[in-house]
């Protein structure tokens, strides 16, 4: 514990220094996925899968509720600023005049996605097909603003992060009879990884050569989890944190096949799972005070659209819980996330 601490101070200094002396450490950052990296794709589409509503984002700059399900800042917000940037890529559905200001990177990202388009569907999100093309139609933009050369050295140089999965399951699977009746959890996450190859294939296709990948979180240790599965106690539900690891296994698995099949690709996966269930099951030890309960919710059946103005008893601060709502971690949960997600990518920028 204090020797991997000292590590990453020392490997967050090394980077702080190189970003101080001069521009990010990569020319750009390209996110796709979920509701986990969304920071407002979701707020113009006719889904009910939207933050753009106090308080989300109370403890965001200007206090603003951008359409990031948290009160603060994403871990991905987090790994943009160590990665030097000033500003966090914007969401794509956002770019006001599209040219401007996509140099630095975009965010395709839209809640309720995931690696089997029909959970996007079914919330009227963005699948993570579409959020392809709208890369293409950016990397279109990109060659007329920055020309032929340098545009190829901002894709080949680019960071792309991908956060998906975990809508697949919670907000598919487990409640969609057509699913769990046909397919063991098992089979669900062969499938789904099949099209996690066809993604990073395409990407890759389109220039792409590091990419960085999220585990599954411990699904079963969500609030929402708690609360839908949990057989009245307050304890993790152990069958979703179980599918969750092995989903991650047959991840890791096939992206060292993926990493062999493609030349000159870096592939990394950010193991989110154990730091979160860190946070969860030792909440003291990392400064926590509340790890089971969401900061924002009802109490009783916590989704995500419970979290709004109205929502009753919402805590004072969020810094001491883990999970600002139902699905989402806090702002200071995401932090410490991003300090993961720093020491796994290093070898992305190495
Ligand atoms: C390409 O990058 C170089 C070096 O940063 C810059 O001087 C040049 O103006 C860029 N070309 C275009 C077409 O933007
Ligand atoms: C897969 O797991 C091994 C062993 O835990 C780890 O060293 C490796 O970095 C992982 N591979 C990927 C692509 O994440
Ligand atoms: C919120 O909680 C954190 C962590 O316990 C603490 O450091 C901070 O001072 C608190 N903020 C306020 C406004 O009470």
């Known amino acids: 514990m204090k020797n991997s601490s000292h590590f990453l101070t020392c490997m967050v200094m090394v980077l702080v220094v190189v970003v101080v002396n001069g521009q990010p450490l990569v020319p750009a950052l390209f996110i796709f996925g979920d509701s986990v990296v969304d920071v407002g794709n979701n707020n113009n589409l006719d889904t009910i899968v939207k933050a753009n509503f106090p308080p989300y984002g109370r403890d965001f700059k200007n206090h603003m509720s951008t359409g990031r399900f948290c009160n603060g800042k994403l871990a991905t917000d987090y790994t943009a600023e160590n990665l030097g940037f000033t500003s966090y890529p914007p969401a794509y559905l956002n770019l006001k005049s599209k040219g401007t200001n996509l140099l630095n990177g975009v965010n395709f990202a839209s809640a309720s996605s995931g690696y089997y388009s029909?959970?996007?569907?079914?919330?009227h999100a963005i699948s993570l097909s579409d959020q392809l093309e709208h890369f293409k139609d950016c990397l279109n933009t990109l060659l007329g603003v920055a020309g032929k050369s340098n545009a190829s050295s901002i894709i080949s140089g680019a960071i792309y992060l991908i956060s998906a999965g975990n809508s697949d399951f919670i907000q598919n699977y487990y409640i969609n009879p057509l699913l769990y009746k046909v397919y063991t959890a098992d089979q669900f996450s062969d499938f789904l990884l099949q099209n996690y190859a066809t993604f990073i294939q395409n990407l890759y296709a389109l220039g792409a050569r590091r990419i960085g990948v999220t585990t599954l979180p411990p699904m079963g240790c969500l609030p929402a989890a708690i609360t839908l599965y949990g057989s009245n106690s307050n304890e993790c539900v152990e069958r979703l944190n179980h599918d969750a690891v092995n989903f991650n296994n047959k991840l890791n698995t096939t992206s060292q096949g993926l990493q062999k099949l493609l030349p000159d690709l870096k592939l990394v996966s950010f193991d989110i799972y154990q730091p979160l269930y860190d946070l969860v099951t030792k909440p003291t030890e990392n400064g926590f005070f509340e790890s089971r309960k969401a900061?924002?919710?009802?109490?009783?059946?916590?989704?995500?659209?419970?979290?709004?103005?109205?929502?009753?008893?919402?805590?004072?601060?969020?810094?001491?819980?883990?999970?600002?709502?139902?699905?989402h971690p806090t702002d200071a949960a995401?932090?410490?996330l991003a300090e993961d997600l720093l020491i796994a990518g290093i070898s992305l920028i190495s």
């Not at 029909?118 to 919330?123: C, F, G, I, S």
């Open 334 to 336: 995401n932090k410490i």
């Open 118 to 123: 029909e959970t996007a569907k079914l919330y």
């Open 295 to 327: 900061c924002c919710g009802t109490g009783l059946l916590e989704t995500s659209i419970l979290c709004n103005s109205k929502s009753i008893g919402t805590c004072a601060n969020a810094s001491e819980y883990v999970f600002w709502d139902a699905f």
